[in-house]
């Protein structure tokens, strides 16, 4: 471990930076005559449309490397629409015009001839001009709250302008060179090494590419924002055709040569393209009228693939034909891919110092962290090594466990079935059950002790487990399909256990169940056999199919499901009389299921509290309907039921309902609270969306606001109430990566504690988490994937680093002494809390962990019948 932690961050606005372009409008006549004839394609409009013009951008992108698209312009004739070195020629600009609006405008085949040609005509006339601009890429307001609140087309621009400066340079380091491509897409601005790299591993070529994401942010309470470079690996799909997810879709990335391009020169640019399975179709198609489509209205000269040819023959179009090359991005779920994900911290390191020598003159390097001097972990059990140590500390662990069921059950006895399909699967729930609790296997199937009472009842379940009976179908009758066959399913399990009575003691059931990929599309039976369970009054946690560590995995469902019975041991934290003895901790989380993810869409707010171990029952969850707590099972089981959906009375709640909605209920559990010290704990980017306060640019410290009334001080919604949010990469990279650079230039290594910047002043709110790399996790520091012109052999290995989380101490409270409580305090307690005896370090915090897994029971069956 070192004593400094490095962010792959760089503030922005500790210099000038100042940048010339030649900008242009999207006119306002333009707008308006494209809406009003785009509209005529549609049985119904909408006032709110726009004009859709992201797939002019990827084409003029392509065709003009140089030029940025800033967001916002199809609704604002104010804001700059298009950004370049040089303004683009009036005629290739009517062409690209023309190209656009003539796929757009007859893909429904039912276009007017004549009304589009008179349309192209007027546009031709209301082309608008290009202007110069001198643009201040530094440019920021500060918030109430102190916060640095950059101009809106900063978050587009300043990616751009710094990835632009890292691909006009080439990476060297021990005989490697590495070029690189400009990717923009929806996520940000990427880079990646071109051409990709080979790697021959069991006689195939797979391909990898390095990946550089810049994006800009805001930090808390920060008045300088700041732009993230995050690091990985960009996975292509060669040797076999592609394995398309239906939900999800694949990227699929174009390199056209430039003699097609209007001026050489500019940044080097890959155009982004989706490929998804349309269900109109029943085959793959591009996503969207975007480019592959927009490319043969502006030029013939090339042959582009089909979306199903390239999905069928993704080598021969990666290598390239005619001179048009298309790789295909590889993702998890397409399966196994020689080339392992991520970077470990030596190779991480020496890229950020080729960037940080990149931008020299531009940005500078955000502080270094050093470790908070506060106790980093809390009490857990000891890792005993030797035999006696080992077998006094079983019997110990395997009593305490058993008081967490009882308490957590009211005294009640501990059921459990196990249904099963393989008889090694049973056998080693078994023993895993035994060895968590402590148990005598010879006295299976039931046992009883001092402290709690176990039944434990086993039986196959074959047709339970078996595929849903679901035909292949698209839509709305694949959807009807999958609600019939799980309401058939729920009905069997009800039958199987019988129908329980209202207040009949909560059960758990362990499941053996195949990997979803082993079902066909809507034909895994998980979500019915939870629902079907939840009907029964019983939790579920299933466990796979597999030959492969076995017991781990059993193990792992036997602590599950005694986590979905509340039975669980919060460790005690080491701070002392820092932290009040009767303080409780309360966990906020907003699940939203969409209708991919569930079968209507859904939202619930949820709340877990753990209380001090002399209340008895220690986790509780808050019903909204009930207006009261109750245990962490009876919450789980009162989710599978009929939930806030985003519907009300059958109409869509607008955001603003949802958001006020959201905003009742949080004020609510504040009042239900008030009278006892609570440490409400929430990540940022789970509840801004309901909450937009927790957003950077909203938070004042101290103090907590709802919709559009001034913000309150913290202490009237509670004397004794301590607010922490919480922050994560988020999918977007808003907390940025970090390295523990070595003494010696060539390393670097990981760390762990509790982490503020080195120049951070007394009142500082903003820490960083990072815990320890778990033993399973554990990898070569020092392997790398870019090192020579051979293949590495870090290349096969997995870059898994701890993530580190961003903490906010949002509210305190003074002290009897008049002075404000040291932020640091609730930081660490935050990150102690992130450990809990029996699991690998949390990604946050337990209460809030328990919330999130709540997520597992909010199933909707589809309503279309």
């Known amino acids: 471990m070192t004593p400094t932690v490095r962010l792959t961050a760089y503030d922005l606005g500790r210099d000038p930076w100042s940048h010339d372009f030649k900008i242009i409008a999207f006119a306002r006549e333009w707008r308006a005559k494209v809406i009003q004839r785009y509209a005529k394609q549609f049985t119904r409009t909408d006032p709110r449309w726009t004009a859709p013009i992201k797939q002019f951008n990827s084409l003029l992108q392509a065709a003009v490397p140089d030029v940025l698209a800033a967001p916002g312009a199809a609704t604002d004739d104010q804001m700059p629409w298009l950004y370049a070195a040089d303004d683009v020629p009036h005629d290739a600009m009517i062409r690209l015009t023309n190209a656009w609006l003539t796929r757009i405008l007859s893909r429904r085949g039912d276009a007017d001839g004549d009304e589009v040609d008179a349309l192209l005509d007027a546009l031709e006339d209301a082309v608008p001009a290009w202007t110069s601009t001198s643009v201040d890429l530094t440019e920021a307001t500060l918030t109430r709250g102190g916060t640095a609140n950059p101009h809106r087309r900063l978050y587009h621009l300043v990616p751009e302008a710094v990835a632009a400066r890292l691909a006009a340079r080439t990476y060297h380091h021990e005989g490697i060179e590495l070029s690189f491509r400009v990717v923009s897409s929806a996520r940000g601005t990427e880079l990646v090494s071109w051409p990709p790299q080979s790697h021959v591993s069991r006689g195939r070529d797979w391909r990898h590419s390095l990946l550089i994401r810049v994006s800009l942010h805001t930090v808390p309470f920060s008045d300088l924002p700041r732009v993230h470079v995050t690091y990985g690996v960009r996975r292509w799909v060669t040797g076999e055709p592609v394995k398309l997810d239906p939900r999800r879709g694949v990227t699929a990335c174009l390199q056209v040569p430039l003699p097609w391009t209007i001026r050489d020169g500019g940044v080097p640019r890959l155009i982004a393209n989706g490929v998804h399975h349309d269900p109109r179709l029943g085959a793959p198609a591009w996503r969207g009228d975007g480019l ?57 390191r020496h890229f950020d110092e080729w960037v940080e020598e990149s931008l020299t003159g531009l940005l500078r390097r955000a502080t270094d962290l050093t470790k908070v001097t506060l106790l980093a972990k809390p009490q857990l059990w000891r890792r005993d090594k030797n035999d006696e140590a080992k077998a006094v500390s079983k019997v110990v662990k395997g009593r305490a466990r058993r008081q967490a069921c009882a308490a957590a059950l009211g005294g009640g006895p501990l059921s459990i079935d196990i249904r099963y399909e393989n008889d090694r699967t049973r056998d080693a729930l078994v023993a895993a059950l035994c060895d968590v609790l402590d148990l005598d296997p010879a006295s299976a199937p039931h046992w009883r002790t001092p402290e709690l009472e176990v039944r434990l009842d086993v039986a196959t379940w074959e047709e339970i487990v078996a595929d849903l009976p679901v035909s292949r179908s698209w839509g709305k009758a694949h959807a009807r399909a999958v609600s019939a066959a799980t309401r058939d399913r729920r009905e069997m399990i009800i039958r199987h256990f019988g129908a329980p009575s209202p207040d009949a003691l909560v059960r758990l059931v362990l499941v053996e169940l195949r990997d979803a990929d082993k079902f066909g599309p809507g034909r895994d039976p998980k979500s019915a056999i939870r629902l079907g369970c939840a009907d029964a009054r019983r939790v579920s946690q299933f466990v796979t199919t ?238 790398m994937k870019y090192r020579d012109g051979a293949a590495s052999s870090g290349v096969t290995v997995a870059g898994w680093n701890p993530e580190i989380r961003e903490l906010t101490v949002l509210a305190s409270r003074m002290t009897t002494t008049g002075e404000p409580e040291e932020p640091r305090t609730w930081a660490a307690l935050v990150h102690q809390l992130r450990y809990v005896d029996d699991y690998v370090p949390l990604a946050v915090p337990l209460a809030l962990h328990l919330a999130k897994r709540a997520d597992e029971y909010v199933i909707g069956e589809n309503r279309e019948r």
């Not at 089909?306 to 397409?334: C, F, K, Q, Y």
């Not at 009261?628 to 099972?633: D, G, H, L, Q």
């Not at 939930?643 to 004020?667: K, V």
């Open 292 to 348: 592959m489509t927009l490319l043969p209205e502006y030029s013939s000269a090339f042959t582009l693939p089909t979306a199903e040819e390239l999905i069928d023959n993704p080598t021969e179009w990666a290598l390239g034909r005619n001179g048009v090359s298309v790789w295909v991005a590889h993702s998890t779920s397409m399966g196994a891919h020689a080339a392992k994900s991520g970077l470990m911290p030596v190779e991480r």
């Open 546 to 783: 597999e030959t492969t560590a076995l017991a781990d995995r059993a193990r792992s469902s036997v602590l599950d499901g005694l986590r979905q019975l509340g039975a669980v041991l919060p460790p005690d934290h080491t701070l002392g009389a820092a932290i009040p003895s009767d303080l409780q901790y309360v966990g906020l989380w907003m699940i939203r299921k969409n209708h991919t993810t569930a079968r209507t869409a859904r939202r619930a707010l949820v709340a877990v509290r753990i209380r001090p171990a002399e209340h008895g029952q220690r986790v509780e969850g808050w019903d909204e309907h009930r207006k009261s707590w109750v245990s962490y099972r009876e919450l789980l089981l009162s989710l599978h039921g009929d939930i806030d959906s985003e519907q009300g009375g059958g109409t869509w709640l607008s955001l603003a309902e949802q958001r006020a909605a959201a905003e009742r209920r949080i004020r609510s559990l504040l009042f239900q609270i008030r009278g006892t010290p609570t440490l409400l704990l929430m990540q940022a980017g789970n509840m801004r969306h309901s909450w937009p306060w927790l957003l950077n640019s909203s938070m004042v410290p101290d103090s907590l606001g709802f919709g559009s009334w001034p913000a309150q001080r913290a202490a009237l919604f509670g004397p004794d109430l301590r607010v922490v949010v919480i922050r994560d990469n988020g999918g977007r990279d808003e907390v940025p990566q970090w390295y523990a650079p070595r003494d010696d230039a060539r390393f670097a290594g990981h760390a762990s504690g509790v982490w503020h910047p080195f120049d951070a002043g007394a009142g500082n709110r903003v820490f960083h988490s990072i815990t320890e790399v778990p033993v399973q996790g554990a990898r070569p520091n020092q392997a």
